[in-house]
């Protein structure tokens, strides 16, 4: 994903764009950079310690009423929008890159490893607060199918949590990384189809989500698609 | 007893705020009433007498009731129905009686209480969705009503319908589901004495997010059987439709009797959660029929509830 590829299309398409418009283009250019230079002055570890902190307060709330009189469900429900959420800003980190050349790129690590943490929470919250016991768990996973299918996305998610560091990209090499890491689009894919599938009706926010995940993997796939009509011109 | 309601006088204070966000509602009325009629039904009490159907279990607070709530013409979400229902229209109402009856009419909602004995019911009250509350109630016997507008022997069914107003009624403007709502009762689960009109919770009017001013409550079925702002009351001889069963018929059955053997497709039935509890709430059984089956189960004797009559 970080290769060559998108690289060469923006630079030109910065050619093509200073050949007809110069000031708008030039100006366009300095912006992004200048974007990517604040960001690069930026840590990570902000997005590390406003992401944990946010299930924490989402459970102060359940503890002091603010979550309404049913706080499990409140709570469980917030936590899996969250996961969703940072799953919809891990996707968009690269398209966000090729279309206005603002790079998120240093963060896309944060956001994931946030997407495992939010979903352990509403899973911990599913398990030890919703549903209670053992059995009842085991029954819902095997017999309520968008249950098995937001417990494999999280399944899936464990070993990209697993080889989030910098030695588990070296060891494996970047190669096999990011093709264990596009598990990524399953894992997208599946927990919107579990947030349709959760909802009593076809509900419109459900509906946003799948469209808004479906829409960022079809951009995954313009590549292949470009390539094939290049072939055949 | 006294005890029990210690909490109220809270919730009785707090209560006509909703009234004054009515602003529009109390106008509208002014308008098709003229000003004598605004002030009484504002500030009655009912007073109602009290019922040995009422369970003994601590009834939920006020604010609990009507702040997680399923009325999808509000909006989907739970907190939807108390932020929209401002906007209903429940005065003047009245409710189109009619089919299979001896006296049928558009009947106004004072008249449709005039005679009646006004009870008490304080019952358990179980969401399909496996969570629960338990509610005191006001209203009376919808047997009371029907023996009033004489039910015609071909009658088999009892079907009603809810209100639609699109410009109050957000869910209905955004088109969330097949309005009007729609349900309906066999004719001796009509004339259970378990089942009631109400128009009332704590002594109060029935607040918009419950289905004001006049709704049915039938407790040992899944919540949603008990529908709210009822305009149409229609006697007839085939089973008639019941919104949730004919949106989704595997998942919603038309009896939809609360029934802890028989999953949702979705979840387990086994067990609910009580509302009001907080976030260490501790599931407790769900009783078949909702633990009203001394009173109930003998209508449903020789059906298979789990398969086919669910």
């Known amino acids: 994903?970080?290769?060559?590829?998108?690289?060469?299309?923006?630079?030109?398409?910065?050619?093509?764009?200073?050949?007809?418009?110069?000031?708008?283009?030039?100006?366009?250019?300095?912006?992004?950079?200048?974007?990517?230079?604040?960001?690069?002055r930026v840590p990570t570890w902000p997005v590390y310690a406003i992401g944990g902190?946010?299930?924490?307060?989402?459970?102060?709330?359940?503890?002091?009423?603010?979550?309404?009189?049913?706080p499990v469900k409140a709570l469980e429900?917030?936590?899996?929008?969250?996961?969703?959420?940072?799953?919809?800003?891990?996707?968009?980190?690269?398209?966000?890159?090729?279309?206005?050349?603002?790079?998120?790129?240093?963060?896309r690590r944060a956001l994931g490893l946030l997407v495992a943490y939010f979903v352990t929470w509403h899973l911990g919250v599913?398990?030890?607060?919703?549903?209670?016991?053992?059995?009842?768990?085991?029954?819902?996973?095997?017999?309520?199918?968008?249950i098995t299918i937001g417990m494999l996305g999280f399944v899936l998610l464990i070993p990209l949590a697993a080889t989030s560091t910098n030695r588990a990209i070296r060891k494996m090499?970047?190669?096999?990384?990011?093709?264990?890491?596009?598990?990524?689009?399953?894992?997208?894919?599946?927990?919107?189809?579990?947030?349709?599938?959760?909802?009593?009706?076809?509900?419109?926010?459900?509906?946003?989500?799948?469209?808004?995940?479906?829409?960022?993997?079809?951009?995954?796939?313009?590549?292949?698609?470009?390539?094939?009509?290049?072939?055949?011109? | 007893?006294?005890?029990?309601?210690?909490?109220?006088?809270?919730?009785?204070?707090?209560?006509?705020?909703?009234?004054?966000?009515?602003?529009?509602?109390?106008?509208?009325?002014?308008?098709?009433?003229?000003?004598?009629?605004?002030?009484?039904?504002?500030?009655?009490?009912?007073?109602?007498?009290?019922?040995?159907?009422?369970?003994?279990?601590?009834?939920?607070?006020?604010?609990?009731?009507t702040s997680y709530n399923n009325f999808y013409e509000f909006g989907t979400g739970k907190e939807d129905p108390k932020r929209n229902a401002g906007a209903l229209v429940s005065e003047p109402w009245s409710v189109e009686i009619g089919g299979l009856v001896d006296k049928p009419g558009n009947y106004d909602f004072d008249d449709l209480l005039a005679g009646q004995t006004l009870e008490e019911r304080i019952y358990r009250f179980r969401c399909v969705e496996a969570w629960s509350s338990v509610v005191p109630w006001v209203g009376f016997e919808l047997k009371d009503l029907l023996d009033r507008v004489g039910v015609q022997p071909g009658a088999k069914y009892v079907?009603?319908?809810?209100?639609?107003?699109?410009?109050?009624?957000?869910?209905?403007?955004r088109g969330v589901f097949d309005f009007p709502y729609l349900e309906g009762l066999r004719m001796d689960e009509a004339m259970h004495p378990l089942t009631i009109l109400a128009v009332g919770v704590y002594d109060e009017p029935m607040p918009n997010q419950k289905g004001?001013?006049?709704?049915?409550?039938?407790?040992?079925?899944?919540?949603?059987?008990?529908?709210?702002?009822?305009?149409?009351?229609?006697?007839?001889?085939?089973?008639?439709?019941?919104?949730?069963?004919?949106?989704?018929?595997?998942?919603?059955?038309?009896?939809?009797?609360?029934?802890?053997?028989?999953?949702?497709?979705?979840?387990?039935?086994?067990?609910?959660?009580r509302i009001g509890q907080g976030l260490f709430a501790r599931r407790i059984p769900t009783l078949m029929f909702n633990g009203y089956g001394d009173e109930v189960a003998s209508m449903y004797a020789g059906m298979d509830l789990i398969n086919e009559f669910f």
Request: aromatic share 10%.
């Open chain 1, 77 to 107: 429900h917030a936590l899996g929008l969250l996961a969703l959420q940072m799953l919809v800003a891990v996707l968009a980190v690269t398209p966000l890159r090729d279309l206005t050349g603002v790079s998120l790129v240093k963060f």
């Open chain 1, 173 to 233: 090499g970047p190669l096999a990384w990011r093709r264990l890491h596009r598990l990524t689009y399953a894992v997208a894919l599946l927990g919107a189809v579990h947030f349709v599938m959760a909802s009593k009706t076809w509900a419109t926010e459900p509906l946003v989500y799948l469209g808004v995940i479906c829409g960022l993997l079809i951009y995954r796939l313009r590549p292949f698609l470009a390539g094939r009509s290049a072939a055949r011109a």
């Open chain 1, 126 to 146: 599913w398990f030890f607060l919703d549903v209670q016991f053992l059995g009842a768990v085991w029954e819902d996973i095997t017999k309520r199918p968008y």
């Open chain 2, 159 to 173: 079907a009603f319908e809810t209100a639609v107003q699109p410009q109050a009624m957000v869910g209905v403007q």
């Open chain 1, 53 to 70: 902190a946010v299930p924490l307060y989402y459970f102060y709330l359940g503890l002091t009423g603010g979550l309404g009189p049913e």
């Open chain 1, 1 to 40: 994903m970080d290769g060559r590829l998108p690289a060469q299309s923006r630079s030109d398409r910065g050619a093509l764009a200073s050949a007809e418009f110069p000031p708008g283009a030039a100006a366009a250019m300095t912006m992004s950079q200048r974007v990517n230079g604040a960001l690069r």
């Open chain 2, 1 to 65: 007893m006294a005890g029990r309601y210690k909490s109220d006088l809270k919730w009785s204070d707090v209560t006509p705020k909703t009234d004054w966000l009515n602003r529009r509602q109390i106008m509208a009325g002014a308008g098709a009433l003229g000003l004598g009629a605004i002030a009484g039904p504002a500030l009655a009490a009912f007073d109602p007498v009290p019922s040995a159907f009422s369970t003994d279990e601590e009834p939920n607070s006020f604010e609990d009731i």
């Open chain 2, 212 to 273: 004001a001013p006049i709704r049915l409550v039938v407790p040992w079925k899944y919540g949603f059987k008990s529908i709210k702002s009822i305009v149409r009351i229609t006697l007839t001889e085939e089973q008639p439709v019941a919104s949730w069963n004919r949106a989704q018929p595997r998942e919603y059955g038309f009896y939809s009797n609360v029934n802890p053997e028989r999953d949702h497709p979705r979840w387990s039935q086994a067990t609910e959660r």
